[in-house]
């Protein structure tokens, strides 16, 4: 996506070989209009699937994620990391294992917000080892929902976790692909994947 990988080389800055700061437009401060545009992107990709809901993980996901589920005009479901007080009923619950803070979080879903006949777009900001992703899924075949694609906003290609989620059958679609961050440098896949 053109004004996304503009903003990415104009604005992203890279703090190691693994690692890439987007704060000015998407992880702290967020660009409204590029995520509209992000939006209606993923919006045009995945309207065919009938899409029931988006899901996302708190909380860089969010921004991207509302505007997708405003496109689809479908609501937004965002798995939280801590089970708020409110979330007293039953939770569909998994665990994400992050390779970069060497930690596991659970997630956490309410049963009652996500059920059999529900068709999933799963949308986050990141994918680098894919573990957010595959809790994601793990969530909706609880809920033996459908998991209709997967949308990532900035993908770290040199990691595993495209390559890990198509794989296993999921169509991804990435708007921006980095191949290496390597010599302080941004070096982008430039065409879109979509598997
Ligand atoms: P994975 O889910 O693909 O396996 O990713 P990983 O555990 O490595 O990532 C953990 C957190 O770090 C995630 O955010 C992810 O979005 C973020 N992250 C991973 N690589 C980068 C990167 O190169 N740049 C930036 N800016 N973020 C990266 P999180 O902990 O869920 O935080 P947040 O969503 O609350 O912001």
Do not use: W
Not at 106 to 114: A, G, M
Not at 149 to 155: A, D, N, P, Q, T
């Amino acid at each position: 996506m053109r004004e996304l990988i503009e903003k990415i080389m104009e604005e992203g800055e890279v703090l190691s070989e693994h690692v890439l700061k987007v704060d000015r437009f998407l992880n702290h401060q967020v660009d409204p209009q590029l995520m509209k545009k992000i939006g209606e992107h993923f919006a045009d990709e995945f309207r065919h699937e009938r899409i029931t809901k988006v899901l996302t993980l708190e909380s860089s996901g969010i921004s991207p994620a509302l505007m997708t589920a405003y496109e689809l005009n479908v609501p937004l479901l965002v798995a939280r990391k801590r089970k708020p007080v409110t979330l007293s009923e039953n939770t569909y619950k998994a665990s994400v294992y992050s390779f970069t803070k060497r930690e596991e979080t659970e997630i956490f879903v309410s049963q009652t917000l996500l059920d059999c006949e529900d068709r999933v777009l799963i949308i986050d900001d990141f994918l680098a080892n894919g573990q957010a992703a595959l809790g994601l899924t793990d969530i909706v075949a609880q809920a033996k929902a459908h998991v209709a694609g997967i949308g990532i906003v900035i993908e770290k290609a040199f990691q595993g976790g495209g390559q890990l989620l198509r794989s296993r059958g999921y169509r991804v679609v990435s708007l921006a692909r980095i191949a290496s961050l390597q010599d302080g440098t941004v070096k982008l896949i430039e065409e879109v994947m979509c598997e």
